[in-house]
């Protein structure tokens, strides 16, 4: 595989994981935590995926073969790095809804308790 096509798939790979995280947020917003937390497992496969194209480029440049340091090299790297951001805030978010929803319900049950 080429050096850009390498490139392509950090890209590709990132970019796929930060959509993903974000479908997650607003699916978990909606009600469904369970598909959410499908959609957080995905984007971190696509993490995985993309840090190991990374890693196995930093361990060539480790073994003396050097790597052209190219504006697509760079935005690959931004889309990685902003894909982890994004992505972490996605699993926090998450948690900050479930939390929400735990508490709406209790606040629901002791209004149907004060009813009665």
Do not use: F, P
Not at 28 to 37: P, S, T
Not at 45 to 67: D, F, M, N, P, Y
């Amino acid at each position: 595989m080429d050096y850009e096509q390498t490139i392509m798939q950090i890209i590709a790979s990132s970019g796929e994981a930060r959509s993903l995280s974000l479908k997650a947020v607003r699916t978990a917003r909606a009600g469904n935590l369970e598909e959410a937390g499908t959609l957080i497992k995905s984007a971190k496969e696509s993490l995985t995926k993309a840090h190991k194209v990374q890693t196995g480029l930093i361990q060539a440049e480790g073994r003396g073969e050097k790597t052209e340091i190219t504006l697509l090299m760079i935005h690959a790297q931004d889309h990685l790095m902003n894909a982890l951001t994004v992505r972490e805030l996605a699993v926090e978010l998450i948690e900050e809804v479930k939390e929400r929803k735990a508490l709406e319900q209790q606040v629901e049950q002791q209004l149907k308790g004060s009813v009665n």
